[in-house]
C-alpha cells in the first residue's frame, strides 16, 4: 500500500548519459512534485504539477524535464548527466497546489551517483 | 519570498534529555507550518502540522511544536528523547498559493 513510490532506489551512471526516475503515487492527489536533496541534506524543490500547470524553479537546468503520462505518474528525465547532479531526489505529492494547508506526501527517495 | 532557518545544524542528546529543534520563518503573510522527520536512509514523514487554532500542536511520537507569530518561529520539542528519535528534523512552511520551502535541517544524534 506504498502512497507515493519511486523507481529506482539507487541509480550509478556515467557522465553523460541520460536518465530517467519514476513515480507513482496512488493517493488520487492532483499535484506532484520533484525536490533535490543534497549531500548536506539540504531539501529543494525542482518542480511542482498538476494536470494544469507545470511550475518550474528557475535555478533548474533545462537538462531536466518533468514528464507526466498521468495524473498518477510524474517521471523526471535528465539529460546529459553531470557530476553535480548526484542527490537524493524525492518525488512527493498533495492533493491540491492551491490549498496551501495540503500536506505533502514523500516517496522513498532516488540516490542518484554521477561517476 | 519566504525563507525558513533552522538553530542548529547538529543537536546531540542522551536519551531522556528534553529537546528543542528551532525554527523560524520569514513571510509576512499566513503561512502554514510543518515539521518533516527523516530516519537514516528513509523518505520525509510528516510530524505535524500548524494551519490555525491553538498554536501548541501535538504530533505523532510525542513531538509538539508552538507557533509564536509575533517570533515568527514554529519551535519543535519532546520532553524525553529516544534513541530512536535519531534522525534529521526539517521545518517547512508555505503560504497559498506559494511551493514548500523546507529549512536546512537538523540533525538529531540520541546517544544511548
Known amino acids: 500500500d506504498t502512497a507515493v513510490s519511486q523507481t529506482p532506489k539507487y541509480l550509478v551512471t556515467q557522465m553523460g548519459n541520460d536518465k530517467s526516475i519514476k513515480c507513482e503515487q496512488n493517493?488520487?492527489?492532483?499535484?506532484m512534485y520533484w525536490y533535490k536533496q543534497d549531500s548536506k541534506k539540504f531539501l529543494k524543490i525542482m518542480f511542482s504539477y498538476n494536470n494544469k500547470e507545470l511550475i518550474i524553479n528557475e535555478t533548474v537546468p533545462n537538462r531536466f524535464s518533468p514528464k507526466s503520462p498521468d495524473k498518477a505518474h510524474l517521471n523526471l528525465h535528465i539529460n546529459s548527466l553531470e557530476l553535480g547532479d548526484s542527490a537524493v531526489y524525492f518525488c512527493?505529492?498533495?492533493?491540491?497546489?492551491?490549498?496551501?494547508?495540503?500536506?505533502?506526501?514523500f516517496g522513498p527517495g532516488t540516490r542518484l551517483t554521477v561517476l | 519570498a519566504q525563507s525558513v532557518s533552522q538553530h542548529n545544524h547538529h543537536v546531540i542528546l542522551s536519551e531522556a534529555a528534553s529537546l528543542e529543534l528551532g525554527c523560524n520563518y520569514s513571510?509576512?503573510?499566513?503561512?502554514?507550518l510543518f515539521w518533516y522527520v527523516q530516519y537514516p536512509g528513509q523518505h520525509l514523514q510528516l510530524l505535524l502540522k500548524y494551519f490555525s487554532g491553538d498554536p501548541l500542536v501535538k504530533g505523532i511520537k510525542g513531538f509538539e511544536a508552538e507557533f509564536i507569530k509575533s517570533k515568527f518561529s514554529f519551535n519543535l520539542r519532546k520532553p524525553s528523547v529516544q534513541w530512536s528519535d535519531t534522525a534529521e528534523y526539517f521545518c517547512a512552511v508555505n503560504a497559498h498559493g506559494q511551493n514548500f520551502v523546507f529549512g536546512p535541517g537538523t540533525r538529531l544524534s540520541v546517544l544511548p
Open positions: 512527493a505529492s498533495s492533493q491540491t497546489s492551491v490549498q496551501s494547508t495540503d500536506t505533502q506526501y
Open positions: 513571510y509576512g503573510g499566513t503561512v502554514n
Open positions: 493517493l488520487g492527489h492532483d499535484t
